[in-house]
């Protein structure tokens, strides 16, 4: 006898869940909470999240990046520079208008969050930022073979110090709150990709 069928989006689900982890964190995103916005019963939820709220929450990281790299790789294809759309993608960061200001990265958060509890949220999370550190280095490559960027330095060594200054930048959004300070922090950092 098959089971009931699905009456709600998984996507759609999934991404209210993203919405109340990244506000939140992981821990204090409860069960009630994520039902709440997500719309659905504890039946229906358990159902489709056998794992509960720990498989909820690697699902919404993998939907979120999977999404996220996806739009950036377009974004990159559709440029016609791809070093000021690298640079841009920084400097957005200190766009006070989007959610990403209050919130900083979800993967950085949970990387910060869970490092001493959820080794093994913590290290999807991990996997998922170094997937975009593979779209960094995969840009550089080509801008450094094409002329377009200048600088010699290793591209693997590149594509990690934007990493981390992606993971610094978004931390230091919550701590300075003015585009005034934050811009120049940035443009600091960039300093290197010409």
């Known amino acids: 006898m098959p089971g009931r069928p699905k009456i709600f989006d998984e996507e759609e689900v999934i991404n209210k869940a993203i919405e109340v982890f990244w506000k939140n964190g992981y821990e204090a995103s409860s069960t009630e909470i994520l039902l709440n916005a997500m719309g659905i019963g504890k039946s229906s939820f358990y159902l489709e999240f056998k794992?509960?709220?720990?498989?909820?929450?690697?699902?919404?990281?993998?939907?979120?990046?999977?999404?996220a790299l996806e739009n950036l790789e377009k974004g990159f294809r559709e440029s016609t520079n791809k070093i000021d759309y690298l640079k841009s993608?920084?400097?957005?960061?200190?766009?006070?208008?989007?959610?990403?200001?209050?919130?900083?990265?979800?993967?950085?958060n949970t990387i910060a969050e869970l490092s001493n509890r959820e080794l093994g949220l913590k290290d999807v999370a991990a996997n998922l930022l170094l997937k975009l550190e593979q779209v960094f280095l995969k840009v550089i490559k080509e801008c450094q073979a094409d002329g377009t960027l200048k600088t010699k330095e290793s591209p693997e060594i590149l594509a990690k110090y934007l990493l981390s200054v992606w993971n610094g930048l978004n931390i230091s959004v919550r701590i300075y709150s003015n585009k005034k300070i934050l811009l120049p922090l940035i443009e600091k950092q960039l300093e290197i990709i010409r």
Do not use: P
């Not at 794992?51 to 990046?65: D, I, P, T, Y």
């Open 51 to 67: 794992g509960g709220k720990r498989e909820l929450f690697e699902r919404a990281m993998q939907q979120r990046s999977r999404l």
């Open 89 to 108: 993608l920084f400097y957005s960061i200190a766009d006070t208008k989007l959610a990403r200001h209050k919130n900083g990265c979800l993967l950085g």
